[in-house]
C-alpha cells in the first residue's frame, strides 16, 4: 500500500499540522520549569537550524525533529534572537 504524499499550499497549513507537536514541546518545557519558550520559537529554531537545507520532508520527520529537539540548543538560539 502507497502512503499518500501530502502538499501543504502554505507555511501557515503546514504550521496548523505540527502544531500538535510544537505544543506537546511547550508542554513539555514547562514541566521542565522554561516557560519563556513558544511554539513559535521551537518552529522558527527547527527552521533555520534543522531544516534549512533539507528537502522533501516528511511531516513524521519534522515531528520527530521538534519532540526531540535540544532544549540547550534552543534556549541559546531564542536568546540570542531577542
Partial sequence: MALKE?????LKDL?????????TK???LKR???NFI?????WHYCIDNKW???KDLRIYEM???ILNTDV???EIYIKKKK
Fill in 26 to 28: 511547550v508542554a513539555e
Fill in 72 to 74: 540547550l540548543n534552543l
Fill in 38 to 42: 513558544s511554539c513559535q520559537d521551537i
Fill in 52 to 54: 534549512l537545507n533539507k
Fill in 6 to 10: 501530502e502538499k501543504f499550499t502554505s
Fill in 15 to 23: 504550521y496548523e499540522r505540527i502544531l500538535p507537536a510544537l505544543e
Fill in 63 to 65: 515531528v520527530n525533529d
Fill in 32 to 34: 521542565q520549569k522554561i
